[in-house]
């Protein structure tokens, strides 16, 4: 059974940071090419950050330079590191596992950043 686990999320203050990680299970990680999404209240989700499995990485222009996707194969386990948090990165995050046509969605963590 795949799963895929997100934590970290949280309430933060306006230039604050959060770390979000992503475990997965089920799956040989490291051959998938992952992502982290976000939705935010009223939005469709869309792409944060990405990571192939050949290690190459790309960013939404609104979080280039603030946020920062990694990738531990070892564990199986996928990071967002969150700085400088504005109030309109508030959103559900979602990470994401693709290869080829097997497609796999974590449940979502809640980051929320006041003002």
């Known amino acids: 059974q795949v799963q895929l686990v997100e934590s970290g999320g949280g309430l933060v203050q306006a230039g604050g940071t959060l770390r979000l990680s992503c475990a997965a299970s089920?799956?040989?990680?490291?051959?998938?090419?992952i992502a982290w999404y976000a939705q935010a209240p009223g939005k469709q989700r869309e792409l944060v950050a990405s990571?192939?499995?050949?290690?190459?990485?790309n960013y939404a222009d609104s979080v280039k330079g603030r946020f920062t996707m990694s990738r531990d194969n070892a564990k199986n386990t996928m990071y967002l590191q969150m700085n400088s948090l504005k109030p309109e990165d508030t959103a559900v995050y979602y990470c994401?596992?693709?290869?080829?046509?097997?497609?796999?969605w974590g449940k979502g963590t809640l980051v929320t950043v006041s003002s």
């Open positions: 089920g799956i040989t990680f490291r051959i998938y090419d």
């Open positions: 990571i192939n499995s050949d290690g190459s990485t």
């Open positions: 994401n596992a693709q290869h080829l046509d097997m497609y796999y």
